[in-house]
C-alpha cells in the first residue's frame, strides 16, 4: 500500500477533522454499492480504508510517522535491515563494516575495545568474541499470513454481531466486528496462519457488507425509503418501519407531503466512538393502482382545490 496521507490526498500535518473529511469524501465516491461494476472501485474504497484505520487511531499514526510501522500497520525491522537480501555489507555508526556476504557478522575493529582483544584480527579459525551470541539473537521467521473474505449481512455490520468464519484447516472460530466497520476492512486473528519456526502467522480476514432488500447506508446512519398510502397522508396514522433492529411503529402526522423525511434515534450503524447513527425515513406516497379504488380516494379529495402559481 502506498502512503496513506498520499492515498487520502492530505498532507502529513493534517488534523483528525481534514482527514476524516477525506476519507468520507472518498468513501461516498468509491462505496461498492455506487460501484457494482467498477471493481477497480472496490480495491481503491479498501486502499482508502486502511489508510483512513491506520491515520485515524493517534497511537499508530505516532508510530507510522517515527518510522517504527509500515503502511499495513506492521512492525518495520530494525536498523534498516529489514526487507535485505544479506547479499552487501553496510557501515554502522562507528565505522565499523556489516558485512551481510555470507561469512556471518563482521562488526570489525568494535568487538576488540569492548572485549579488550588485540586491534588486529582474531586468530584464524576461531571466532570474535560475542559474534556468535548475536547470531544466535536472530529471531525465527513466523510463518505466513492466509489471506481470507467474509461476507457480513447488512443488519450484522449495523449491530455488531460476532461472526464466524471457517478457516483452511477446517476450524471454525469466532471474532468480533470493530466499532465503526467498513467494507473491505481487515481483521486480524493472531496465530490462525501458516506455521514456521519463530511460530504461526495470522489469518488476515477481509470484510465485505452484504445490501439489505429496503436499507442503504449513508455513513453512521441508515435510509429508508417507505411508501404510505394517500389516507394516511392526509389524516395521519401509524406505520410499521423495517430496523436493523426489527420492525418499529412510526407515527406520521397528518397532512405529511411526499418526500419528508422523519428520523429514528440510533437505528443506524455503530460509530468507532460505541454511538449508534440514526434511521432516517422518506415517506412517498403510495397510490392504488386498482382503478376502483383510485377512483374512491379521488371521491375523497374532490373537495379540496390544489392550486399552482406558475409566476405568470
Avoid: W
Amino acid at each position: 500500500m502506498a502512503d496513506p496521507y498520499s492515498i487520502l490526498g492530505v498532507s502529513k500535518s493534517a488534523d483528525e477533522k481534514a482527514i476524516k473529511s477525506a476519507y468520507r469524501k472518498l468513501a461516498k465516491e468509491l462505496h461498492p454499492d455506487k460501484n457494482a461494476d467498477n471493481p477497480k472501485a472496490a480495491e481503491r474504497f479498501s486502499e482508502v480504508t486502511r489508510a483512513y484505520d491506520l491515520l485515524s487511531d493517534a497511537k499508530k499514526r505516532g508510530q507510522y510517522d517515527r518510522g517504527e510501522i509500515d503502511e499495513n500497520g506492521q512492525p518495520r525491522a530494525p536498523f534498516g535491515f529489514g526487507g535485505s537480501d544479506f547479499g552487501g555489507s553496510s557501515r554502522g555508526p562507528t565505522g565499523a563494516t556489516f558485512d551481510f556476504g555470507g561469512s556471518g557478522i563482521d562488526l570489525g575493529d568494535i568487538f576488540d575495545g569492548i572485549f579488550g582483544g588485540s586491534s588486529g584480527p582474531p586468530p584464524r579459525g576461531s571466532a570474535r568474541p560475542g559474534s556468535a551470541g548475536r547470531a544466535q539473537q536472530a529471531q525465527p521467521a513466523r510463518g505466513a499470513n492466509i489471506a481470507y473474505e467474509h461476507l457480513v449481512s447488512f443488519t450484522d455490520a449495523a449491530t455488531l454481531t460476532p461472526q464466524r468464519i471457517t478457516l483452511r484447516d477446517g476450524k471454525t472460530v469466532e471474532f468480533k466486528l470493530p466499532k465503526g466497520v467498513v467494507a473491505g476492512q481487515q481483521i486480524r486473528i493472531p496465530g490462525r496462519g501458516q506455521p514456521g519456526p519463530g511460530g504461526n502467522g495470522d489469518a488476515m480476514v477481509t470484510l465485505k457488507i452484504g445490501r439489505h432488500p429496503h436499507l442503504v447506508r449513508d455513513e453512521d446512519n441508515i435510509r429508508i425509503d417507505l411508501p404510505i398510502s394517500l389516507k394516511v397522508a392526509i389524516n395521519g396514522g401509524k406505520v410499521k418501519v423495517p430496523t436493523v433492529d426489527g420492525a418499529v411503529m412510526l407515527t406520521v402526522p397528518p397532512k405529511t407531503n411526499s418526500g419528508t423525511t422523519m428520523r429514528i434515534k440510533g437505528r443506524g450503524f455503530t460509530t468507532k466512538n460505541g454511538d449508534r447513527g440514526d434511521q432516517l425515513v422518506s415517506l412517498m406516497i403510495h397510490l392504488p393502482t386498482d382503478p376502483a379504488e383510485l377512483a374512491k380516494l379521488a371521491e375523497c379529495v374532490s373537495g379540496e382545490t390544489v392550486g399552482v402559481d406558475m409566476g405568470v
